[in-house]
């Protein structure tokens, strides 16, 4: 089971708070492991522009400003930029399912700040990591529910709504979700 590209909608039982509500886009997974990025939990007190500043990266008056979100636990030190497949940095920027970018080098920082780059974006720092059979145990244990994830919706600024809207994409009422999982 390959699950990069897809979108992890984290159930009512999942146990780990940091992963409450979220939807996580998996940007690749093998049996190695694998590793995601966070699209609904906005960091509250850093702007796309406060970080262009503290990277002394110049804004031009038509730079482009962009979300920054929690990634995942796991060095949120490191910024990745999520975007649309419209623009590729070659060796740096990782193809996703052919439907989804993910650059994690200043380059993409810079033509987001003169107005260029891709035409949907989003920041993410730090990321989500599983390690070899992690994800597929906790699929397994009904942590998550996995989707094809719609670009229209991991790029949508309604960061609070994602989560339901997700579900109601896939004709799921959230309040008929079960913090129980049963097997056949």
């Known amino acids: 089971m390959d699950l990069s590209g897809s979108l992890l909608?984290?159930?009512?039982?999942?146990?780990?708070?940091?992963?409450?509500?979220?939807?996580?886009?998996?940007?690749?997974?093998?049996?190695?492991?694998?590793?995601?990025?966070?699209?609904?939990?906005?960091?509250?007190?850093?702007?796309?522009?406060?970080?262009?500043?503290?990277?002394?990266?110049?804004?031009?008056?038509?730079?482009?400003?962009?979300?920054?979100h929690l990634g995942g636990p796991m060095e949120r030190g490191r910024g990745f930029v999520l975007h649309s497949p419209d623009y590729m940095s070659v060796g740096a920027t990782m193809l996703v399912s052919g439907k989804f970018g993910m650059t994690a080098t200043v380059d993409i920082l810079e033509a987001l700040a003169r107005g260029q780059g891709p035409s949907s974006a989003l920041m993410a720092l730090g990321y989500s990591g599983w390690g070899p059979g992690q994800l597929e145990a906790e699929v397994q244990r009904n942590d998550w529910l996995t989707a094809e994830a719609p670009s229209e919706l991991v790029f949508s600024d309604d960061d609070p709504g994602k989560w339901t809207g997700m579900l109601r994409h896939m004709g799921i009422d959230p309040l008929t979700l079960s913090s129980t999982a049963g097997h056949a």
């Open 9 to 68: 909608i984290a159930m009512p039982s999942m146990a780990d708070p940091r992963f409450e509500r979220s939807l996580v886009l998996i940007c690749a997974h093998s049996p190695d492991g694998a590793m995601g990025l966070v699209i609904n939990k906005p960091v509250e007190d850093l702007s796309f522009a406060g970080m262009l500043e503290q990277l002394n990266i110049p804004r031009a008056p038509n730079g482009r400003d962009i979300r920054v």
